[in-house]
Each structure stands twice: as C-alpha cells, then as structure tokens.
C-alpha cells in the first residue's frame, strides 16, 4: 500500500511492516543528471552527494553534520590478515557522533524536520541515542530517549551533554520500545524507531551506494563496481537491507547490472535471532531470549525488518552465522594492532566471521570482501580495563628498570 511523502509516515497503517522509500528512478536515469561521473564532480563533503535518491526537495534542505564518504582501507597483509589477498574495511568510525548511525538520522531528522516536528523520540542500546541528539540539536528538535541500563556510558553521556531527555530504562530495547510508543502517543513525539521510520534507511543505504564508487576508484574506472562479499554486524538491519535496496536501485538507474554481492549477516552468539531464523530456514524470527552480548548495536532480540535481512540474505547467496563476545574483544584487539584501526565490538565481530569463513571454504582468500566497522572503539573504552601499568618515579634514575618487566 502507497503512503503520501508529504505527511509524517511509520510503519505502514495497513500491514503494520516497515515502508520503503521509492523515487522515479526511471525518469531519473533519463536525466542523465546522476552518474557516477556526475556523483564525483559533486562538492558536497558528505553524503548529501545522492541527494537525488534521498528524501529531500534539494541539497540545502540537509540537516548535516558532514556525515558520510568515509574511507575504504585496503587491510595491511600482516598477522592474521596475511591470508586474505583482497580485504577492505569501510570505516564508519568517521561519522559524527562515531558511528554509521549517523547516516540513518541526518535522512530521518531531514525529514521530520521539513514536515516541522518539533519533539522525537526513540529506543536506543547504543549508538542511535547521540546521533538522534545531535542532529535533532542541529534541526533545533527536542530529544526524548530510552535506554536499557546496561548502555555503554560513553552512549548514555554524550546525549545527556547534548541535553537530550534521557530516560534509563530496566529491560531490552524492546522495552524501551514499547515506552517509545506510547509516549508518542500520549506526548505527540514522533517515534524515530529504526524500520518504524521510513527515512534512516534511505541515510544508511548510502553505504551500497558509496562502495559502487569507491571500487570504482580503486579500479580507475567510471564504472560503479560492487564487491564479491559484504560482511555485516546486524541489529535492526536497516544498513544491510538499506544497502540491498540500493543495488536494486541502482540496478535500475542503470549503474550495475544483476550481480550482488553476496551478503552476510553476523550477530552474538547469545544475540541472534536472524541467524537462528535464517538456520531454521524461516522467513520471520522468533523473540531471542535472554539476549545479551558486550557489542550493545546487535543487542536486539526482535526486529520488525527481521524478514527484509534474511530476504537481502537469502537472494545474495549470502550467509548468516554468530560470534562469540570472546572472539569479537579479540577481533577489536587484532584490527587494532595489525591494521592501525581501533574498531566497535561490532567491526570485531565482522572480522572474526570473515577469518571463519575462509576457515570453512565459504570465502575465497582472493574475493573483494568488505568488512563494515560500523562505530569507534573509543565508546566502549570500557571493555578494555587497562589493569595495573606501571607508573614511573621521574625522580628515579633507575626508573627505567621498569622498562625491562613491561616488554
Ligand atoms: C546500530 C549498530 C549496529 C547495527 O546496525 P543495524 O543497521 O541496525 O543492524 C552495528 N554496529 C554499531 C556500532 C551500531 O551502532
């Protein structure tokens, strides 16, 4: 069923599933006006570059904060890594608020923005929560925020600074949901729950869009190119199912041609609802319980996109599998030592399923793969107690011995 453009929309009023964006991509491509040569001519430093396939009446219309083109690292062969001939890592660390949630709320709060919300509100276990405050404090929006207890501080603190209404809450984002939604209800916020609003996934889709250009580069060609194999730490999804639709799309606008990447979705082993449905070879997933993993962006045991994911997953010839929350602290160790990046559990997490995956022969070590770290390591400082370092006496002039015991 269509819904009007032109008035606040969430899930769709007759099946209650998430709506989907659709633009006249037809009448785009006859234009002419976007293509890859067009896209790089562009000055806009942010992702506001795909405004045509973006919910705005134009560029200026933007709330932004720089979001968006952020670097493509080929991996160093070294440690670990030397195996893999062909591994990129798509650092999302760079966003405002450091993480690609930032991608999701520049669309959502453009949006809500032009349609004039004044007051939004959403669940949040991580990092959605500062990048729903800074963006509603750039459009001049107030922010109403629920937040399981056990939120990293770093997430809880930066929106209480950004001055946001942050409300703790004793239970799951799930939980949290459910508030949300009565709030709205009773208060007039507008929820900007991820999937329960159509636009945070048109922000995070930009990334399909962005890897068709930066292989291009990589390849010296005009030509968008896509990757063999995207690897992703799914929560909601809205990134993996917003980067599907985007090679559908551009498919459409005549940009590729039928080839995909083949997909995979990573969650926490005590977190993963989409891989045990995609397992049990099911089309929705079941409530996981008793949810809980350190990497807080895949800490959701219910998600209402849960059949788009495994949908995206399923007709990529892609997989689904789970990472241990041992394996994933390793996983932000290595890429931190041997790659220079000080990665979110979450881009741990995608790591160690890449090193599984040419384990077990389901990836070539010569296929263009892509890992997404989605969010800055420096919010979860508090993974990492540092234990006792030895600390100097300068008046010492032995002091140095310690050098020795420390390695
Ligand atoms: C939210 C989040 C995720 C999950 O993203 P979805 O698109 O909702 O699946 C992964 N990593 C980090 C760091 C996040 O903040």
Redesign the pocket.
């Known amino acids: 069923m269509s819904h009007t453009i032109d008035r606040l929309q969430n899930l769709c009023e007759s099946c209650h599933r998430p709506l989907l964006a659709g633009y006249d991509l037809a009448g785009l491509r006859a234009t002419g006006a976007f293509t890859l040569d067009k896209v790089r001519q562009r000055t806009e430093r942010s992702l506001w570059r795909f405004h045509d396939v973006l919910p705005v009446n134009g560029v200026r219309e933007a709330v932004s904060l720089g979001e968006g083109l952020t670097p493509l690292l080929p991996a160093e062969r070294r440690g670990p890594f030397a195996a893999f001939e062909n591994l990129f890592i798509k650092d999302?660390s760079f966003n405002p608020t450091g993480?690609?949630?930032a991608r999701?709320m520049t669309a959502a709060i453009t949006r809500a923005a032009a349609l004039g919300v004044k007051a939004v509100a959403l669940p949040s276990a991580?990092?959605?929560a500062g990048a729903a405050t800074y963006y509603a404090n750039r459009a001049g929006m107030e922010c109403f925020l629920f937040m399981p207890q056990d939120t990293p501080p770093a997430n809880i603190i930066e929106s209480v600074v950004g001055g946001a209404r942050v409300f703790l809450v004793n239970g799951l984002i799930s939980d949290c949901g459910k508030l949300v939604k009565r709030g709205c209800a009773e208060f007039g916020w507008f929820d900007l729950s991820?999937l329960k609003e159509p636009f945070r996934l048109e922000g995070?889709k930009t990334m399909g869009y962005e890897l068709a250009c930066d292989f291009a580069e990589l390849d010296r060609t005009s030509e968008p190119r896509l990757p063999d194999v995207v690897i992703?730490?799914?929560?909601?999804?809205?990134?993996?199912v917003?980067m599907w639709k985007a090679f559908q799309e551009m498919e459409t606008l005549g940009w590729i041609g039928a080839q995909r990447p083949r997909m995979v979705l990573v969650q926490a082993e005590n977190c993963a609802p989409i891989v045990r449905a995609f397992q049990a070879g099911t089309r929705h997933a079941e409530l996981f319980p008793n949810a809980s993993t350190v990497?807080?962006?895949?800490r959701?045991p219910a998600a209402v996109g849960d059949f788009l994911m495994l949908d995206a997953v399923r007709n990529s010839g892609g997989t689904a599998l789970t990472i241990t929350d041992a394996e994933l602290l390793e996983g932000v160790r290595e890429l931190a030592r041997h790659q220079g990046i000080y990665a979110?559990?979450?881009?741990g997490a995608v790591w160690k399923a890449a090193q599984k995956l040419v384990a077990s022969g389901w990836l070539k070590p010569h296929e263009r793969t892509v890992l997404f770290n989605?969010?800055a390591g420096l919010k979860y400082n508090h993974l990492f107690p540092t234990g006792n370092l030895p600390v100097l006496d300068h008046h010492d002039p032995d002091c140095l011995r310690a050098v020795t015991f420390a390695g």
């Open positions: 999302e993480s690609f949630k999701g991580g990092n959605a991820t995070k992703y730490p799914a929560g909601g999804g809205t990134g993996l917003g990497a807080a962006g895949l959701v979110c559990p979450e881009g989605t969010g």
